[in-house]
């Protein structure tokens, strides 16, 4: 059962926060939704954009995180997960289970998608990965 004491209401609107280039990746910018703050930290929605053309991509990786889905509301990104490559296209949702070792390595120059982890601060451990990456498509 959710604790109501910790937890508040939250509304946020497109002019409440922008868009910032400080998060996880550089060639990104994301928009806190507030929802951290509200959930104490149990939860973490942002909206994450392309800022910049692929180039070598996230790496290899995994997050320590007990949930996390992707649902793409703009363009297309191409994550390798474990070994297959997988499009994730507008109108998607992924579920990332905790541990997947995947890579994001090509993506649209359109490409916004939510993101909703919890906890809000989970942590991205790099780690080598299990095959080869295909090249991303250029801008």
């Avoid at 995994?62 to 649902?71: N, T």
């Avoid at 541990?99 to 909703?116: C, K, R, T």
């Amino acid at each position: 059962m959710l604790d109501r004491t910790v937890m508040k209401f939250s509304h946020v609107k497109p002019g409440d926060t922008e868009f910032k280039s400080e998060g996880l990746r550089d060639f990104f910018t994301y928009r806190d939704l507030g929802i951290a703050d509200a959930t104490a930290g149990k939860v973490i929605a942002q909206l994450t954009r392309a800022q910049n053309a692929p180039e070598k991509g996230t790496g290899w990786h995994y997050h320590v995180a007990d949930f996390h889905i992707v649902i793409m509301l703009k363009g297309w990104a191409r994550f390798m997960y474990e070994d297959k490559v997988t499009l994730v296209a507008a109108g998607d949702c992924v579920h990332q289970r905790p541990g997947i070792v995947h890579y994001l390595f090509d993506y649209s120059p359109d490409m916004e998608y939510l993101e909703v982890v919890g906890p809000a601060d989970f942590k991205t451990v790099e780690v080598p990965g299990p095959c080869e990456v295909p090249a991303p498509t250029p801008w």
